[in-house]
């Protein structure tokens, strides 16, 4: 009998969410034609935390480093988009993209400090970083020190004629963020960079004799997530038009809630933080009537996901159903019988 | 015939998905002193695991005098007589060579060992009894881990590997001890690589081989033959 | 002198941050385990202690006869029934579950307290002063501190001069061969968070009757906390001691240069020892 067998680095399932995938980001491209202002800003949102949840992910499912401070970089770049704008006079749409640069480069100088500490004591680490730019930041009078300041009409209406224009324009933004956060992570981790840092994750001790640069990959990761976060940080202020060091560097706003969707998502995965957002806003809209009793909930279900079922709703659908959608290992595959999922 | 201390009955012990024990039948007699020898990675180690409690397995795989403690925890199997001297010593870094022999003696069994019987048994342990314990030599780190089994004053003390790394004469030392700490009615499971320290100083002998049983017999009665057949495995 | 007066205040202010850190460096020395919510536990045991103090009409230090025993159960327990199930070689799980617990603790203080700051009477121990030669130590200060010194002193004895000091030891060393020793070692993890908590109860009372405190604080006690375990060294109590003191002193001083640079003045000061002296000033165990 004649078997004829080959590598395959896809699947049909995987094929089949391509495709779906594909149809869907058409459907949200054409949102500002079908969808209401309201719902348009919730997608906005959606989008956005999807992005941070990705590269928070990014940083701790797949480098191990696992950060409480990335709300440093949210912060930091919409300060960055305030000040540009403001004092440098740059069109907005060149300040969050120089945002993402300079978040980059403030993240080498970080990185270098708080890379000396390791597991946990990293962790909390990267928290005092991000106080240390909350209390910088809330020095600078002329952002509006403590109390914070807001994006000057002229600047907001430079960027489209027209308040649909604009939030048109706002919510492209935020979907070609979460589009391009997404489709860089994957490309990533299908490399070969992204091999040694699914190694590194695997097993630190092993990938290192094997001559992977754990030291070096973990910082480029670490240099790339805090620059795309800043850029996240500047389209979330972007849509929020104001800024305060209390809102910009909050814990619970952009740490704690993406941690939460990462974890009960599916850790390590790229489905995951898309599962994860999708709970976390369905929770979100139905319970945050309830305020505290509401938050209490999340964290009650993060400590039961990561005790119980520690890989998450997307770890738990892969491992019984044997699915990849975002198409990352190689598969053996019999050419007359394409077997699996 | 005397009567079994230890009664393994087709136990089976994995590491994950990984089988390293394969129905084991083994049984030590009261105040006997029992010989286990094997290649490396014949599943030894993983014997005295599963009897101590690190390893778990099914309740009547493992039985202590008629009592099935396949899952118990080791700290209850401790408590009720069995001590072993792991293999490479294992002593605690964080504690001197006198609370290392002190931590032995938290099981508090009734019998003759205390610090003053191990001390004399090993009197250079006293002189160095307040330095670190890893700060010794091989051979008094194994005299350590001997003493601190014993502090627990166990019905049945299992030896892994003691001889491991150490110089030959301290090995011939410490085999000379032996009948000393095991005189009295202990019950004693000796695992080694060195076959013949092994049949030297036991009554019966088992072989593993890749998790198997491949030979049963009393110490001087087994022939060379018979077990390097049973410590190879060659047909 | 406004400096000198800096200083010593920054040192008996140390004080109170070395019992927030012995916690967390005991939990760590143990268990390798770091908790995230211990500073919402500090907060805890001080919303504890508000509520002993108004039911029970007692004097905040008289609470601490309920207090810390309670923290203590609380810290049995948790051990036992949540995080003894973390325990092992992947950092992600502990570090999960307790931020998790300490979002839970942050808005359970909200419900129970409201965001209302709420601050301890102890009646004439916080104004009372001594005075030292030109400057004058204000009691309160002072006893803190003096507490400080003798818990660590009591953590220390416990450690290496009691049987649950060896098991603590032994287990933390060898989990395996402790068990060997007839060691329980999920009873031992739950007598170990006991015991810090025992501490942090302690702390939370002193936080409380010094400052107003509300739900959101403890975040902050937290990083103090873990930048005195940093700067002193790990694995050593009375280095965590050091590491509070340098913190008090920079936050002090910060502060006399311009009142609103107190905090980054503490930040900056870790920073720095963390460029230079990466594993602390008296390091005894690697991170």
């Known amino acids: ?341 | ?235 | 002198m406004d400096f000198v007066n800096a200083v010593v205040q920054g040192t008996l202010l140390g004080g109170l941050y070395a019992l927030f850190a012995a916690g967390l460096s005991l939990i760590f020395g143990v268990m390798r385990l770091v908790n995230i919510a211990h500073g919402d536990l500090i907060v805890l045991a001080a919303y504890l202690g508000l509520t002993t103090t108004v039911a029970l009409g007692v004097h905040p230090l008289v609470a601490l006869i309920v207090v810390v025993p309670a923290m203590a159960g609380i810290g049995y327990v948790l051990q036992r029934a949540v995080l003894n199930h973390t325990l092992g070689d992947d950092i992600l799980p502990p570090l999960l579950v307790t931020f998790g617990l300490s979002v839970i603790i942050q808005n359970a203080l909200l419900e129970g307290y409201s965001a209302d700051p709420q601050k301890m009477d102890a009646g004439a121990l916080e104004t009372a002063s001594v005075a030292l030669g030109p400057l004058s130590l204000g009691v309160l200060p002072l006893l803190t501190f003096a507490i400080a010194v003798a818990v660590i002193a009591g953590l220390q004895w416990t450690f290496y001069r009691t049987p649950l000091g060896r098991a603590f030891r032994a287990t933390s060393d060898n989990q395996d061969i402790a068990q060997l020793m007839g060691l329980n070692k999920r009873h031992v993890f739950g007598l170990a968070m006991a015991l810090a908590l025992a501490v942090t109860a302690v702390a939370g009372i002193l936080l409380g009757i010094r400052t107003s405190f509300d739900p959101s604080v403890g975040g902050g006690r937290l990083i103090f906390g873990f930048e005195a375990v940093i700067i002193g060294g790990l694995g050593n109590l009375w280095g965590t001691l050091v590491g509070g003191v340098i913190l008090g002193v920079a936050q002090t001083v910060g502060a006399t240069i311009n009142p609103g640079w107190q905090l980054l003045a503490g930040h900056i000061a870790f920073l720095v020892i963390l460029a230079v002296r990466p594993n602390g000033l008296f390091p005894r165990i690697s991170g």
């Not at chain 1, 990014?58 to 988009?81: E, I, W």
């Not at chain 2, 166990?154 to 001889?163: A, G, K, Q």
Request: proline fraction near 3%; glycine fraction near 10%; include cysteine.
């Open chain 2, 1 to 235: 015939m005397r009567d079994a201390i230890l009664t393994l009955t087709g136990l089976d012990a994995f590491y994950g998905d990984f089988q390293a024990l394969y129905g084991v039948d083994l049984t030590v007699s009261e105040g006997e002193v029992l010989a286990i020898i094997g290649a490396n990675g014949a599943g030894k180690t993983t014997l005295l695991r599963s009897i101590s409690g690190l390893i778990a397995n099914k309740p009547d795989q493992v039985q202590f005098r008629g009592k099935a403690i396949g899952t118990e925890r080791p700290d209850v199997i401790a408590q009720m007589g069995l001590a072993m001297v792991p293999e490479g010593r294992q002593l605690f870094p964080s504690l001197s060579v006198e609370e290392n022999l002190m931590i032995g003696g938290r099981v508090n069994r009734k019998g003759p060992w205390n610090l003053r019987k191990v001390y004399d048994l090993f009197p250079i342990l006293e002189e160095r009894k307040s330095q670190a314990s890893t700060s010794l030599s091989g051979g008094q780190q194994q005299m350590v881990a001997i003493g601190r089994a014993l502090m627990s004053n166990p019905e049945l003390i299992m030896f892994d590997e003691i001889s491991l790394g150490l110089a030959p004469v301290i090995i011939r030392d410490i085999y000379k001890a032996l009948p000393g700490i095991v005189g009295g009615g202990m019950s004693a499971v000796i695992v080694e690589q060195d076959i013949t320290k092994a049949l030297a100083v036991s009554s019966r002998v088992y072989c593993l081989q890749e998790g198997r049983v491949s030979l049963e017999g009393k110490s001087d009665a087994v022939s060379r033959e018979d077990i390097a057949r049973a410590y190879f495995g060659v047909e």
């Open chain 1, 1 to 341: 009998m004649n078997t004829d067998i080959r590598i395959s680095r896809t699947s049909n399932a995987a094929k089949v969410a391509a495709i779906l995938g594909a149809l869907i980001v058409v459907i949200l491209i054409a949102a500002p034609y079908w969808a209401g202002r309201a719902d348009m800003r919730l997608m906005g949102e959606i989008f956005l935390y999807l992005a941070l949840a990705s590269l928070w992910n990014l940083l701790a499912g797949y480098a191990g480093l696992v950060s409480v401070g990335q709300q440093a970089y949210v912060g930091f770049g919409g300060y960055m988009l305030f000040a540009l704008t403001i004092f440098a006079g740059l069109p907005p749409l060149v300040a969050i993209a120089l945002a993402g640069v300079l978040g980059a480069l403030i993240s080498i100088p970080v990185a270098a400090l708080i890379f000396r500490l390791r597991g946990a004591y990293f962790a909390i680490g990267t928290w005092v970083m991000a106080e240390v730019f909350r209390l910088v930041f809330a020095q600078v009078s002329a952002l509006g020190g403590g109390s914070g300041t807001s994006l000057p009409t002229d600047i907001v209406r430079s960027m489209a004629d027209g308040r649909s224009a604009r939030e048109a324009l706002s919510y492209w933004l935020a979907l070609g963020a979460a589009l391009i956060v997404v489709t860089a992570v994957y490309l990533l981790l299908r490399s070969r960079k992204g091999l040694a840092l699914t190694a590194i994750r695997d097993n630190e001790l092993a990938s290192a004799s094997l001559g992977i640069d754990i030291w070096r990959t973990k910082f480029f990761v670490y240099v790339v997530t805090s620059g795309l976060t800043a850029v996240i940080g500047a389209l979330i202020f972007l849509q929020k038009l104001r800024i305060s060091p209390d809102a910009a560097f909050s814990v619970n706003d952009w740490t704690a809630f993406v941690i939460f969707i990462v974890v009960i998502g599916g850790i390590g995965t790229i489905e995951g933080p898309i599962i994860g957002t999708i709970v976390f806003f369905l929770l979100r809209e139905t319970l945050a009537d309830l305020g505290t009793i509401y938050l209490m909930v999340l964290g009650l279900v993060a400590i039961v996901v990561m005790l119980k079922a520690p890989q998450g709703v997307w770890g738990f659908i892969r491992h019984r159903f044997d699915l990849q959608l975002f198409p990352l290992g190689y598969r053996v595959v019999n050419a007359d019988k394409s077997k699996g999922a």
